[in-house]
């Protein structure tokens, strides 16, 4: 069977993703797409063989043609999309962030909760990384002892005009935000955000680099070296330190070469590259879990639980102090899952 997915949203990730469905996966094709911008939409279609283009999201939806939704709008459009996609009871894959504040995700999992089963995925990729899966494979068997702390860096190498230092938070650091819970099965109980000194890069206003502290529940730490002003390329930095030892990403390069003296190895130039393999992993799981009739990674829980995250270190931007995270009590609909 093939599962005739309709994508909302046709811009950077959306082309990617109907690329990869149209092309790299397996078991799916994109059967309508639309986009805000229809001329966009209509370009994109016309390299989509029997795709259709919808004038809105909503006919997308309700399109008898369209077994399951992807989202790939602007944030502030997803609420929308996803609650339109539940209320139609279509499984849904939404990019992140579920949605941009703490009660548009509450209503969403409310109307989640109310249909009784998981109808939502959220786009948190780096959970699909093989690094990544191989660095918490490592964690949770115990190897080398309790974890005690985490450092990460999330640097890009540079960022849109529009890109705020707010943004630096709950576009960019919001994935390691999701790490942390991930990997520790564990909620996040405070965060902290030191400015420090401004990149010389930087656009007037804009604090660059931020360093999140992400306090976990259980007491360990993460740091977060938030730079979205790199300039070398998209680095993507993790080492968990555990009582008996330490685990770490390797670098992403997969060769290293050596010549006159020097070694070397390539750094990605975006998210793209960096995460090919994860987003292919991630939609692939998600066609196969929706099509066997189920649901699988990233909840509307955790899309909630970030996104909250995302508020408080937002709060602790503006205050310098260390702001707690509040959270709902979680849904028994997510609660056999831990945070993975
Ligand atoms: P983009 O601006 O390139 O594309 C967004 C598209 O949405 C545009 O074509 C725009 O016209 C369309 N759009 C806006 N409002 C709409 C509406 N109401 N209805 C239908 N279409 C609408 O942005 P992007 O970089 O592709 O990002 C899209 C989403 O994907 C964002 O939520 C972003 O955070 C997320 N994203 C995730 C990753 C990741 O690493 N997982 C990477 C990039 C982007
Ligand atoms: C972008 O939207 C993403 O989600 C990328 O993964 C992230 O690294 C980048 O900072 C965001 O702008």
Request: negative net charge; proline residues 4%; contains cysteine.
């Amino acid at each position: 069977m093939t599962l005739d997915v309709g994508v909302i949203g046709t811009g950077m990730i959306g082309q990617d993703h109907i690329r990869r469905l149209t092309s790299v996966l397996s078991g799916a094709r994109v059967a309508a797409v639309t986009d805000v911008d229809l001329d966009r939409a209509r370009a994109v279609a016309d390299g989509v063989p029997g795709s259709v283009v919808h004038d809105t999201g909503q006919a997308l939806i309700d399109d008898p043609g369209v077994d399951a939704v992807v989202v790939t709008s602007w944030g502030p459009t997803h609420e929308e999309y996803v609650l339109a996609a539940i209320s139609a009871g279509k499984q849904v894959f939404c990019e992140k962030p579920l949605a941009t504040t703490r009660e548009a995700c509450d209503r969403i999992v409310d109307a989640e909760v109310a249909t009784g089963k998981r109808l939502v995925q959220v786009g948190f990729m780096r959970r699909f990384d093989p690094q990544y899966r191989a660095m918490k494979a490592v964690v949770t068997s115990g190897e080398i002892g309790a974890p005690l702390l985490m450092h990460a860096a999330h640097r890009n190498p540079s960022v849109p005009d529009f890109f705020t230092s707010d943004m630096t938070i709950n576009d960019s650091t919001v994935h390691d935000i999701d790490v942390a819970r991930w990997m520790f099965d564990d909620e996040i109980a405070a965060v902290t955000v030191l400015k420090g000194r401004i990149s010389r890069k930087a656009k007037a206003g804009f604090n660059d680099p931020l360093l999140v502290l992400l306090e976990m529940r259980s007491g360990v730490i993460v740091d977060v070296e938030a730079m979205v002003n790199a300039g070398f390329g998209y680095d993507i930095r993790g080492e968990v330190v555990c009582e008996d030892g330490t685990v770490e990403l390797s670098e992403s390069a997969g060769a290293v070469v050596k010549l006159a003296g020097r070694y070397s190895g390539r750094v990605p130039e975006t998210w793209k590259e960096r995460f090919v393999g994860a987003f292919d992993l991630e939609l692939q799981a998600w066609v196969d879990a929706v099509s066997a009739g189920g649901s699988t990674g990233p909840s509307a829980w955790d899309g909630y639980a970030a996104t909250v995250a995302c508020e408080t270190g937002l709060a602790a931007l503006r205050s310098g102090l260390r702001e707690e995270v509040v959270l709902r009590e979680r849904p028994d609909l997510y609660a056999k899952e831990g945070v993975a």
